[in-house]
């Protein structure tokens, strides 16, 4: 299978404190992205790396790929309570159509 | 707001019952998706659609059908479910389906959907 698969499966910070994410997956990708998703509610995407990067920031995200290892770290700095939801890292296969392949995510929990 | 609407938010039906759910983009997107989402599993893709066509079926049993009868619009028939098909049903959208452009998704809110 190609779904990526998040690690660990829950994670309770301080607000404040930086909260890392891992992704592993098992095939050859074009992309991997990031997704957040609140309780019960749709996902929102947050950030997209390319194959042939190796790190990508946006705001409070910290995104690093490393392809020789198949594995993804998401970093949200200076975490806040409206952090707290599920990310999901998504791939698609190189080669491949856009199907894009999820894990079973990260409940990230920020307590004010 | 993604711009990808989803109704009914929230569905309970017999196993006995059809019913179906609804998914609508005006985002100009050519692809549109089902997945499922059920406790502690990966994101299920069921269904993919590019350009009103079925171009890929993930093995899904026949008591889920889709139905897409215009780039905006993406329907989930459902008839005879089992409880343990109650889920989150999910539809996304994407500008391509196939293209060496990074794709990004675009998901609706979900329909929760609880079957007694």
């Known amino acids: 299978s190609q779904q990526g698969e998040e690690d660990p499966q829950a994670l309770s910070i301080q607000e404040g404190e930086n909260a890392t994410m891992n992704c592993s997956y098992k095939?050859?990708?074009?992309?991997l992205q990031w997704y957040r998703q609140n309780s019960g509610r749709g996902l929102v995407h947050l950030i997209l790396?390319?194959?042939?990067?190796r790190e990508k920031h946006s705001g409070r995200l910290r995104v690093t790929l490393d392809t020789s290892k198949k594995s993804s770290s998401l970093l949200i700095t200076a975490s806040r309570a409206a952090d707290t939801a599920s990310y999901f890292c998504?791939?698609?296969?190189?080669?491949?159509?856009?199907?894009?392949?999820f894990g079973t995510g990260t409940r990230l929990t920020v307590i004010p | 707001e993604t711009g990808v609407t989803q109704t009914p938010r929230h569905l309970v039906m017999g196993m006995t019952n059809k019913k179906s759910l609804k998914c609508e983009q005006h985002?100009?997107?050519?692809?549109m998706y089902w997945y499922k989402q059920s406790a502690k599993k990966p994101l299920e893709l069921m269904f993919v659609?590019?350009?009103?066509?079925?171009?890929e079926n993930n093995s899904v049993p026949s008591r889920f059908s889709p139905e897409c009868p215009n780039s905006s619009h993406l329907f989930l028939h459902l008839h005879t479910l089992q409880p343990e098909d109650s889920a989150l049903y999910l539809c996304?959208?994407?500008?391509?389906?196939?293209?060496?452009?990074?794709?990004?998704?675009?998901f609706g809110q979900g329909t929760r959907l609880t079957v007694v």
């Open positions: 790396i390319r194959s042939n990067e």
């Open positions: 985002l100009g997107h050519n692809a």
């Open positions: 996304a959208s994407s500008q391509d389906y196939t293209s060496d452009r990074a794709v990004y998704a675009f």
């Open positions: 095939t050859s990708i074009n992309n």
């Open positions: 659609y590019s350009l009103e066509e079925r171009v």
């Open positions: 998504a791939t698609d296969e190189r080669g491949g159509a856009n199907n894009l392949f």
